[in-house]
């Protein structure tokens, strides 16, 4: 099994201000980790769930992917992070099995991690982010 667990379920949203507080009012969250992915014109709080984590994420530019996906679909889920062990060897398994890659290669993601995107019309409608953390020596 390369999955080892959900890493993250992102819900894109207009308002980061306001949706941290909402779920710090209803459920008492709080922020884990919070960063902006200039690469990817985002903005993301991370909010400890378990072993996983709620990423709320915004757009930080208008040709953002979550600012696109805002637009077109309004506030929601967005994409689904799958923590695996070892990211190209993960994403090649999707390639192999018909899946198609975004990226085509891994990238560094927030957190010090390395992710690869997996594209919904791959993958049954959902977006995916495979997600390998990666050990500080």
């Known amino acids: 099994m390369l999955l080892t667990q959900i890493d993250h379920v992102a819900i894109a949203v207009h308002d980061l201000e306001k949706a941290i507080n909402y779920y710090r009012t209803a459920f008492g969250a709080e922020v884990a980790h919070r960063e902006t992915v200039e690469r990817d014109g985002v903005e993301e709080a991370l909010l400890q769930v378990g072993e996983s984590y709620l990423q709320l994420t915004t757009g930080t530019r208008p040709d953002s992917p979550i600012s696109t996906f805002l637009e077109r679909h309004g506030e929601g889920m967005h994409h689904i992070g799958y923590r695996v062990d070892d990211c190209a060897a993960a994403l090649e398994a999707v390639v192999a099995a018909g899946g198609r890659a975004i990226d085509q290669t891994p990238r560094p993601g927030s957190r010090g991690t390395t992710?690869?995107?997996?594209?919904?019309?791959?993958?049954?409608?959902?977006?995916?982010?495979?997600?390998?953390?990666?050990?500080?020596?």
């Not at 995107?117 to 500080?136: A, D």
Request: glycine content about 8%; cysteine-free.
């Open 115 to 137: 992710v690869a995107f997996v594209h919904p019309k791959g993958s049954f409608g959902t977006l995916i982010e495979l997600v390998q953390e990666n050990t500080q020596d």
